[in-house]
């Protein structure tokens, strides 16, 4: 399981100020990009994303 946190932290190669609901955006495009993610991404509500 990843907090939004430990995914911004992974993602951004750069110290910026990014605002952690960036990676709910990239999560939603994924999602919406018609791949099979949501046969391995799950929402853990008040928590993150855990990957299967």
């Known amino acids: 399981m990843y907090t939004r946190e430990q995914l ?3 993602a951004c190669v750069y110290n910026a100020e990014t605002d952690i609901r960036t990676v ?3 999560i939603r495009n994924l999602r919406t990009a018609g791949t ?3 046969q391995f991404l799950f929402t853990v509500w008040g928590i993150g994303y855990k990957w299967r």
Do not use: A, F, K, R
Request: net charge negative; aromatic share 0%.
């Open 8 to 10: 911004l932290m992974v």
């Open 24 to 26: 709910d955006s990239h």
């Open 36 to 38: 099979p993610i949501d």
